[in-house]
């Protein structure tokens, strides 16, 4: 299951909005073949996995393990579940259930009643926090949210600066490429309105290979010159006349957008924070003190889950526990 886990990471940017999925065969304690969902609308691992098998008659002695449920509906491909129904694969073992309405334990039902030998749970807990967001857009009709900051050692998040002045630069180029990396794995990037006028951000994956998120803003004021990178049409962009935070998140749940991505500035994300409308957080800090200038959010009902250092930066990742 590990492998599984390991392998469904591969499909990060490709297989979005569906769920990042890994699958292996073993015959005889050895692996014989594996796959992953490496793009929406194409092949499910399951598919992939099975095709890579060398000698198909191996498939009837043999154990498939999948990190998700395998689907039961017709979607963009057929069923997986009837697909290894029809190889006779007589063991599925399963990281964890999917709890996208159309499968929901019946993918796992359908093989039972095939006479399937079925084991769910292996690693399920790191089985679903592969799939957090996609798993968060269905259960929470709003997309899974990251805020993502960079300060000082002292707290703050810029200096105050006047109009065409350049912010302070706390990340190093690899940092910095990380939160392209970041970028290209969230469907949606949001900004507030001071942000683009102070920094005009094109907020694109332009230092990492992987699609640019949708771009977003709140003019609630319509006061955003026709000037900005976020208005130049090279990548779609909505700006919003609203500072309702529920009200945005009902619109992009609409939309289809299962990941959002918060980078900015300070009144905006602290009001995320505020209203517990986050789910992970990642705060880099770097090796100096700005004595004043503008406050980093703070933050409330959070958890610390890792922490490491990047070229004399401090990064710090949390997870809302609100």
Same mark, same amino acid.
Request: hydrophobic residues 40%; glycine residues 8%; positive net charge.
């Given at each position: ?77 057929? *069923?997986?579940?009837?697909? $290894?129904?029809? %190889?006779? #694969?007589?063991?599925?073992? =399963?990281?964890?259930? !999917? ?24 690693l399920e807990k790191e089985c679903l926090d592969l799939n957090k967001r996609f798993i968060t857009f269905h259960q929470q009709h709003r997309p899974f949210i990251t805020l993502k900051w960079a300060q000082s050692e002292d707290g703050f998040m810029d200096a105050e600066r006047k109009w065409g002045e350049k912010p302070v ?43 640019? *998120?949708?771009?977003?803003? $709140?003019?609630? %004021?319509? #006061?955003?010159?026709?000037? =900005?990178?976020?208005? !130049? ?30 980078e900015g500035g300070a009144q905006l994300l602290q009001h995320f924070i505020e209203t517990g409308l986050w789910d992970e957080a990642r705060v880099e800090i770097a090796p100096f003190v700005l004595g004043n200038g503008i406050l980093a959010p703070k933050m409330r009902g959070e958890s610390l889950k890792s922490e490491h ?14």
């Amino acid at each position: 299951m590990w492998r599984c886990i390991q392998l469904a990471r591969c499909g990060a940017v490709g297989a979005p909005p569906n769920p990042m999925v890994g699958a292996v065969i073993v015959h005889n304690d050895k692996i014989i073949g594996e796959g992953y969902h490496r793009r929406c609308g194409g092949p499910h691992a399951e598919v992939n996995a099975i095709r890579s098998v060398r000698d198909e008659a191996l498939l009837k002695e043999s154990t498939i393990y999948v990190s998700l449920e395998p689907c039961s509906h017709y979607g963009k491909t057929p *069923p997986c579940a009837d697909l $290894i129904i029809e %190889k006779q #694969i007589p063991h599925v073992v =399963v990281g964890c259930m !999917d709890t996208f309405a159309k499968v929901n334990g019946q993918g796992i039902k359908k093989l039972r009643d095939a006479g399937v030998e079925v084991v769910v749970g292996v690693l399920e807990k790191e089985c679903l926090d592969l799939n957090k967001r996609f798993i968060t857009f269905h259960q929470q009709h709003r997309p899974f949210i990251t805020l993502k900051w960079a300060q000082s050692e002292d707290g703050f998040m810029d200096a105050e600066r006047k109009w065409g002045e350049k912010p302070v630069k706390f990340s190093s180029r690899f940092t910095q490429t990380l939160v392209h990396q970041m970028r290209a794995m969230h469907q949606a990037i949001m900004v507030g309105t001071k942000t683009v006028l102070m920094d005009n951000p094109t907020l694109t994956t332009r230092l990492w290979e992987g699609p640019n *998120p949708l771009r977003i803003t $709140i003019d609630r %004021k319509g #006061i955003l010159p026709e000037s =900005v990178h976020l208005k !130049d049409g090279k990548v779609p962009t909505v700006i919003y006349n609203t500072g309702d935070l529920n009200q945005i998140l009902v619109d992009l749940y609409k939309r289809g957008i299962q990941s959002l991505m918060v980078e900015g500035g300070a009144q905006l994300l602290q009001h995320f924070i505020e209203t517990g409308l986050w789910d992970e957080a990642r705060v880099e800090i770097a090796p100096f003190v700005l004595g004043n200038g503008i406050l980093a959010p703070k933050m409330r009902g959070e958890s610390l889950k890792s922490e490491h250092s990047i070229d004399d930066r401090k990064i710090l990742n949390y997870r809302c526990e609100m």
